[in-house]
């Protein structure tokens, strides 16, 4: 198999998870009863780009209908985080109805209702149909398809170009990257703005986050790749921030390549730097991970075997992707925990792929009390401690299990 940005064969490994169900493939009872459809799940990276990435497998459109990953609850820090970005932008690029603001993975409106707000005229890309539904009820203009070259013509051809052009979570998730990037060269004005957010592979390497792994997670993007890939496209990396977000993002600023008005910041060769002298380039950077993820692995499985044979419950919180690559790659089965929690009505009732967890809602934790709650979701633990504090009545305690498993009273 080849690299998907620059076609070079493929040789490293980084971590072979050996195989899971797709992350968000929730069972109802009666599929329980049902074979269940395991995939490949292993990372490589490519020795010339250093293209972290997925290998390819044999995709059933059934299950893979949707490349975009859909974020069903939007927790209360996500939402004021994209809050304090419409301020920011707002603030720094002076966007007014005279604007075109177009969000690629809208969701529901998350977003671009904050700019909706302020009367800038929006227009989502969503392509799950649902989610776009509701964006649509809010009045948010939003197309129900996948981005690419082909859309971005036709929005052209309709008059519709972007001053700011956004898309969170999204790269990462696109399995053409090339013709995603190309779209954007096409759709964006000649002194238009990308912003794009999405986990940072240096985070994801240096505290072993194999979590964040999941089929439809094609892409692990770091700074210097992400800036050759631009290039290739014609678009400019000007800026970039560091984000807390999914355990440490980056939020990077693009432009046309010719658009030379706009300045280059010194952040871009500081993170260039950085990356450069962690040794991102350099295959010895990735060889230990592996190791570091079943290092992960038995802490968890130790913890939890220990409480087992003392009688103590430990229940899960947050039926998410990352939760479920967790889970599956330590063999967890409900003899350890006997249930996850969701707020979710839509994942209530159901199990969790693979595992076969019964997802419940909240009231189970204050009738069955159990000794300890495994945060799965670690990256929002803080919100997540705080609304189930009321443990503490009965000496509840937390369990995170990345980067380090670390029980908190
Ligand atoms: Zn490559």
């Known amino acids: ?61 059934d299950i893979f209908s949707a490349q975009y990953v859909y974020y069903s609850s939007f927790s209360t820090t996500w939402l004021q985080h994209a809050k304090n970005y419409v301020d920011t932008m707002i603030d720094r690029f002076g966007y007014d109805r005279n604007s075109q603001i177009v969000e690629i993975a809208s969701n529901d409106g998350y977003l671009l209702q904050y700019f909706q707000e302020k009367g800038i005229p929006t227009l989502g890309i969503e392509p799950a149909e649902g989610t776009a539904a509701v964006a649509r009820q809010k009045g948010i203009e939003t197309l129900g398809e996948f981005f690419g070259r082909k859309l971005a013509h036709r929005l052209v051809a309709q008059g519709k170009k972007a001053d700011l052009l956004i898309g969170n979570n999204v790269l990462a998730h696109v399995p053409d990257l090339h013709d995603f990037v190309a779209g954007l060269k096409i759709v964006l004005k000649s002194q238009g703005v990308i912003t794009m957010e999405f986990p940072h592979l240096m985070q994801l390497v240096d505290d072993c986050l194999f979590d964040m792994i999941y089929h439809e997670h094609f892409s692990y993007l770091s700074f210097m790749t992400v800036q050759l890939i631009f290039r290739h496209h014609g678009l400019e990396l000007f800026d970039v921030e560091d984000l807390p977000t999914q355990g440490g993002s980056l939020r990077i600023f693009a432009r046309h390549s010719e658009d030379s008005a706009r300045s280059i910041s010194e952040s871009v060769a500081a993170h260039l730097e950085r990356e450069l002298s962690k040794g991102l380039k350099t295959i010895a950077y990735y060889e230990d991970f592996q190791n570091r993820a079943d290092r992960i692995k038995y802490d968890l499985l130790e913890f939890l075997i220990e409480q087992r044979e003392a009688g103590r419950k430990v229940a899960a919180y947050g039926a998410a992707a990352k939760g479920n690559t967790l889970l599956n790659y330590c063999g967890i089965r409900k003899d350890l925990i006997p ?19 019964e997802v419940v809602s909240e009231a189970e934790i204050r009738r069955l009390q159990p000794e300890f709650i495994l945060i799965l979701p670690w990256n929002i633990k803080e919100e997540i401690m705080a609304q189930l504090d009321y443990i503490r009545a009965w000496a509840g305690k937390f369990v995170v299990p990345m980067p380090r498993m670390q029980v908190i009273p």
């Open 1 to 61: 198999m080849n690299c998907r940005f620059c076609g070079k064969p493929l040789t490293h490994e980084l971590i072979n998870l050996v195989n899971a169900p797709p992350s968000n493939a929730f069972l109802t009872r009666e599929q329980l009863n049902e074979p269940e459809v395991f995939y490949p799940l292993k990372l490589f990276v490519c020795d010339d780009c250093f293209l972290v990435q997925i290998d390819e497998y044999k995709k059933s459109q």
């Open 339 to 357: 249930f996850v929690v969701d707020i979710s009505p839509h994942k209530q009732g159901k199990y969790l792929p693979g595992s076969h967890i």
